[in-house]
């Protein structure tokens, strides 16, 4: 089993839906759980990030984290067309500068 | 303008050729590191430093070379490529690794994108 997995997509959603993303990981020693946004032809960058379990949010983005499943969820609440993209889950353990990230989830939202 | 540079931007070589990808980045950061981007593989960590003189592998290191000399530098270097490091290579910084309960954000470079034929 790799350690993250993540569903790459493509996952297509009409305008102003709310969208889900998911990973699934192996690793109980992962503290750090971060949600990356990558545009076509561009460098990943740092969406959201939460320390341990619990829920985290930002504007129109939630981040969850559930330990005992081993899943965490990044959630887009009315979804625009700007929000198209690839969505990258990363994970660090503590005190470990080692990052995994999953594979990539490709979102395109339907105007 | 804070930044992560990567030169060169494209690049197409041959087999057995050695080159080097060089990073740099103008915030003073001490933890740098190389990743692999390859579709259907995701991105991938090559190697990554804490701070000068300071360096270890991440996940696919084999085939790779990295030196930090600098703080500002790390220069990713292929002795001998292969095809099957042909690949969009991403350099990124941040202040430093984790620390307590906080995550440092990783600022990636715009990316390189090397063909070994």
């Known amino acids: 089993q790799k350690e993250v997995e993540q569903d790459p997509g493509p996952l297509s959603v009409p305008e102003g839906a709310i969208v889900s993303l998911n990973c699934t990981y192996s690793n109980s020693a992962f503290q750090y759980f971060m949600w990356y946004r990558q545009y076509s032809r561009k460098g990943p960058e740092l969406l959201m990030y939460t320390y341990s379990s619990g829920n985290k949010e930002d504007g129109r983005f939630t981040a969850q984290v559930d330990k005992s499943s081993k899943y965490i969820s990044l959630f887009i609440r009315d979804s625009q067309p700007s929000d198209s993209a690839t969505y990258l889950c990363a994970m660090s353990g503590h005190r470990d500068d080692k990052i995994i990230f999953g594979k990539g989830t490709r979102l395109h939202i339907l105007p | 303008e804070a930044q992560v540079t990567q030169n060169p931007r494209y690049l197409i070589t041959v087999t057995g050729k050695k080159l080097t990808v060089t990073c740099s980045q103008n915030m003073n950061h001490e933890y740098m590191s190389w990743y692999r981007q390859d579709p259907g593989l995701g991105l991938r960590q090559i190697y990554y430093s804490m701070n000068v003189e300071v360096t270890d592998k991440g996940d696919v290191p084999e085939g790779y070379k990295v030196s930090r000399k600098e703080k500002r530098n790390f220069p990713l270097i292929l002795e001998s490529p292969s095809p099957n490091q042909t690949s969009l290579y991403f350099c990124?910084?941040?202040?430093?690794?984790?620390?307590?309960?906080?995550?440092?954000?990783?600022?990636f470079g715009p990316g390189t994108r090397l063909t070994v034929l």
């Open positions: 990124a910084s941040s202040l430093s690794g984790t620390s307590g309960s906080s995550y440092n954000e990783q600022f």
